[in-house]
């Protein structure tokens, strides 16, 4: 008689409750924490200003003309821009000032620059993105 192994099993997926971006950790030259809450409210001029990021990212990473027009190739997908390092750097300064007002302005750019870890650091600009366009994307710390 031959008996039929079943490989596949059911994997649990541990659910990962998620939450809106709610405070981030700088750290200083000296190496003092500084933890910073984002305000109870965020307000809707900054949900406004997250529309027109993702509105500039969009015109510099796909070829337009600069009017709303876009180009693309013949599936319909648009066709991505040259990305040059001016373009990344300009994209970057304005995720950064979006993310300090996110903040309703506690630090300023640079100190986010000099206290952000770099190993989190588009990641928790995106937080703040996402967060502001009302998707609750940061995992929750249990």
Known sequence: MTEVINLEKE???EEVE???LKEITLVNSAGAERTITA???IPGRVYRKAISLGYKER???YKNDGQGNYEYDEDGNL???????EKELELL??????FVEYFNNQFTIE????GLDARVYQETLLQAYH?????????VKK
């Open 11 to 13: 994997v649990e997926k």
């Open 18 to 20: 998620r939450d809106f």
């Open 39 to 41: 305000p109870k409210v």
């Open 59 to 61: 015109k510099l990473t």
């Open 79 to 85: 066709i991505p821009a040259g990305f040059t390092e």
């Open 93 to 98: 300064g304005a995720y950064e000032e979006f």
């Open 111 to 114: 100190e986010l620059q000099e």
């Open 131 to 139: 967060s502001a366009l009302g998707n609750r994307i940061v995992p």
